[in-house]
C-alpha cells in the first residue's frame, strides 16, 4: 500500500446503510460492493500506470496481482480503448512490453473508432512529428515490438485506414514499414480488401507473354504416418507465373498433384516468383493463407 500512496492513490470508505455515521464493512472478499471498489481501483491503477514510464515498476506488480473479477488486462474504458492503446498512444515503450509480455495483452482490440494500439501509436507519432532519432526511438520500440504480430499491422480502422496511413508522411515510419523484414508473415487482416482486384493479362499483350514465359516454384513439405511409421514427404510444382497468379493459385495447384492421404501433416509452404513479379507478389501473399 506504501508504493500506492505515493503515487497519490487513495479509496473512499463507503457509509454504511445504518443510521450511525460508522463505516460498513465487507463480510467477504466476494461482497459485490468491495468488488466493485477493488475492480474500479484496479481499472484506475491499470489505466494510469500505462500512461507514465517512471510507474512500470508498479505495472508489472499490478499484473502479478491475483485476478480481478470482470477486470482483464484488455477491459476497456469509455472509449473502446484498452491499457495497451493507452500506453500506446503515451509513447511508454516500456509499459507496450510490459502488458504485450507479461500480460499477454491483445495486440489486435480495437476501440470505439475501429483503431489497434499500433494506429494509437502512429497517430501519435504524427502528431508530435519527432526529429531527433532519440525522440523517434520509443516509438520505433513500440512499432516493431506490434508488427511481431502479423495479424494486426494492416488492420483498418472505421474510416478504412490502416495504422500505416497515419505516419505515411513521415520519412522514418516509411523506412519502418518498408524494411520490416518477415514481420510480415501469414495474415488475416484486411489489407486485401484495400488492394485493386488483380486483372488477367489480355491475350496477345506484353504482360501476358510475360507471365506466360516466367516460372515460379512451389513446394510444400509435410510428414506422413503410416502403420506406425512417419515419412518426410514434399510436393514439388513449377507452374508458369499465369497459372500461379491469375488461373489457378498455388493452393489448387498443390492439391491437384499431391497423393490422396488423409493423415498428412504440413510443415512448410514455400513459393518463389521471378523478381519482376514483386507487385502481384504482393497483392497474392496478403490473401493466400
Not at 106 to 120: C, F, I, M, R
Not at 142 to 159: C, H, N, P, T, W
Not at 173 to 193: C, F, V, W
Request: proline fraction near 6%; glycine fraction near 6%.
Amino acid at each position: 500500500m506504501s508504493a500506492l500512496a505515493h503515487h497519490g492513490i487513495f479509496c473512499m470508505a463507503m457509509p454504511s446503510e445504518s443510521n450511525k455515521r460508522g463505516l460498513s464493512r465487507f463480510s467477504n472478499p466476494k461482497d459485490p460492493v468491495y468488488l466493485m471498489i477493488v475492480s474500479q481501483m484496479y481499472r484506475c491503477l491499470l489505466f494510469q500506470t500505462c500512461k507514465i514510464k517512471k510507474l512500470e515498476d508498479l505495472l508489472s506488480d499490478i499484473l502479478t496481482l491475483p485476478t480481478v473479477p470482470n477486470v482483464p488486462v484488455d477491459v476497456e474504458d469509455e472509449r473502446g480503448r484498452s491499457a495497451l492503446h493507452c500506453a500506446a498512444s503515451s509513447s511508454n515503450d516500456a509499459a507496450v512490453a510490459i502488458l504485450v509480455g507479461k500480460g499477454k495483452a491483445n495486440v489486435g482490440h480495437k476501440d470505439t473508432e475501429g483503431q489497434t494500439p499500433l494506429h494509437a501509436v502512429m497517430r501519435k507519432a504524427a502528431e508530435e512529428d519527432p526529429i531527433e532519432e532519440e525522440a523517434q526511438k520509443p516509438f520505433k520500440d513500440i512499432i516493431i515490438r506490434l508488427m511481431g504480430y502479423s495479424e494486426v499491422i494492416f488492420q483498418v480502422d472505421k474510416a478504412r485506414k490502416t495504422a500505416w496511413s497515419y505516419g505515411e508522411k513521415l520519412p522514418w515510419i516509411k523506412k519502418l514499414r518498408n524494411t520490416r523484414g518477415m514481420y510480415l508473415g501469414p495474415s488475416t487482416s484486411d489489407e486485401a480488401q484495400l488492394l485493386e482486384p488483380l486483372t488477367v493479362p489480355q491475350k496477345d499483350t506484353p504482360q501476358r507473354k510475360a507471365c506466360q514465359n516466367f516460372l515460379g516454384d512451389l513446394v510444400e513439405f509435410y510428414t506422413v504416418t503410416k502403420e506406425q511409421k512417419t515419412e518426410e514427404k514434399h510436393n514439388f510444382e513449377k507452374p508458369d507465373v499465369l497459372d500461379m497468379i491469375y488461373n489457378l493459385g498455388p493452393k489448387k495447384i498443390l492439391d491437384r498433384t499431391r497423393p490422396k492421404l488423409t493423415d498428412e501433416v504440413f510443415h512448410c509452404r514455400w513459393l518463389h516468383f521471378p523478381a519482376n513479379n514483386v507487385g502481384s507478389k504482393f497483392t497474392l501473399s496478403i490473401g493466400l493463407f
